[in-house]
């Protein structure tokens, strides 16, 4: 049975920082993601890392503040989060799923398994 288990939600003031952590069991994916959801929005990719090639992805809104990584030995995502935005305010979603050289790799079509969800909100 795959699960992925977020955790380390939570709330902050803008400027601050927080960790996420996807822990997954049952299934050991080449591709996994972040994604989150604000109220009344569509759920949107933030980061993903492919292993496959090595590389990182992120929505532009995030790149230079947010980091992902993933610790191959804990089967562990992690998303590092800095100078955080009132507008980053949404739950955050792990996704895993197989990828290739040419996948979407930010597209919730890319994935099939998803975690629960973990709450952050940034206030002003």
């Known amino acids: 049975q795959v699960q992925l288990v977020e955790s380390g939600g939570g709330s902050v003031q803008a400027g601050g920082s927080l960790r996420l952590s996807c822990a997954a069991s049952?299934?050991?994916?080449?591709?996994m993601a972040w994604f989150r959801q604000a109220p009344g929005k569509e759920r949107e990719g933030v980061a993903a890392?492919?292993?496959?090639?090595?590389?990182?992805y992120y929505v532009d809104s995030v790149k230079g503040r947010f980091t992902i990584r993933r610790d191959i030995a804990k089967n562990t995502l992690y998303l590092e989060m800095n100078s955080l935005k009132p507008e980053d305010t949404a739950i955050y979603y792990c996704a895993a799923g197989v990828c290739y050289p040419g996948s979407w790799f930010l597209s919730r079509d890319t994935y099939n398994y998803w975690g629960q969800g973990t709450q952050v909100t940034v206030s002003s």
């Open positions: 890392i492919y292993t496959g090639g090595g590389r990182t």
């Open positions: 049952g299934y050991t994916a080449n591709c």
